[in-house]
């Protein structure tokens, strides 16, 4: 069964077509090469018809109080889908810009999850799981001890080309998709902002081929919208 969104976004993209530009009291204006003003895109051309802007405002109007009706049902994702497509018909609309705009910092702010990473571990579970396509934002604090030690002749050693794609000692994540292998690991640092690509458990580290030598342990502070997992653990 189709939820009432569903329906009436279907009619809306149906009826105007998928990204219209269209202010209220406003036709569409095409420039004099075919494409839309302060854009490189074909506009579709709209009569100068006072009815049919009425329309859209009618077809938005009833969308907002969908949207509405979702997040009193603490529905976010659902009210976000809906003031997506008001702004993609209306780019013009406030109302339904800020509310998309507020409920995106909502899912910045939904949780937050304080825990240590100690230099000497491989892969150590954050205990939660990252949802794809929500945000998250990973702060790291303090100081942790790099610790390389080899018995070299003059040649020297040469850096393992494993090692120089971040710096040594940083502090590097990688999600655990539950497929046959974990995600290519990513460089945090002090502060990294992700968006997930896939669902997975968030496991971090030093960056470095053997931890065991290192000491020490960093804070870190994990905010945004994820799942609690206290059942995985380190790999």
């Known amino acids: 069964m189709f939820k009432k969104s569903t329906f009436l976004l279907m009619v809306l993209l149906l009826t105007f077509g998928i990204q219209t530009s269209v202010s209220w009291g406003q036709p569409g204006r095409r420039s004099k090469g075919g494409n839309a003003e302060g854009k490189n895109r074909a506009m579709p051309d709209l009569p100068n018809d006072p009815k049919l802007i009425r329309i859209h405002k009618a077809f938005a109007d009833e969308a907002m109080k969908i949207a509405r009706d979702y997040e009193r049902d603490r529905d976010f994702d659902s009210a976000m889908a809906v003031y997506g497509q008001v702004v993609r018909l209306i780019p013009e609309h406030t109302d339904a810009k800020t509310r998309l ?7 910045k702010q939904a949780d937050r999850i304080l825990l240590k990473v100690d230099a000497a571990k491989t892969w150590q579970s954050t205990g939660i799981r990252l949802i794809q396509n929500k945000p998250v934002t990973i702060l790291s ?45 990513f460089v945090i640092g002090t502060k990294k902002e992700l968006i997930p690509k896939k669902s997975g458990v968030l496991y971090l580290q030093m960056f470095d081929l053997d931890v065991s030598d290192n000491e020490g342990e960093i804070d870190v502070q994990i905010t945004g919208t994820f ?7 380190n790999k």
């Not at 705009?101 to 899912?107: D, G, I, M």
């Open 101 to 107: 705009n507020l409920l995106r910092e909502r899912e």
């Open 141 to 185: 604090k303090g100081t942790w001890t790099f610790t390389l030690q080899e018995e070299l002749g003059t040649d020297g050693m040469a850096i393992p080309k494993e090692l120089k794609e971040f710096n040594l000692g940083s502090l590097v994540g990688r999600i655990d998709t539950g497929e046959s292998t974990m995600e290519k690991p």
């Open 227 to 233: 799942q609690r997992d206290p059942r995985s653990r």
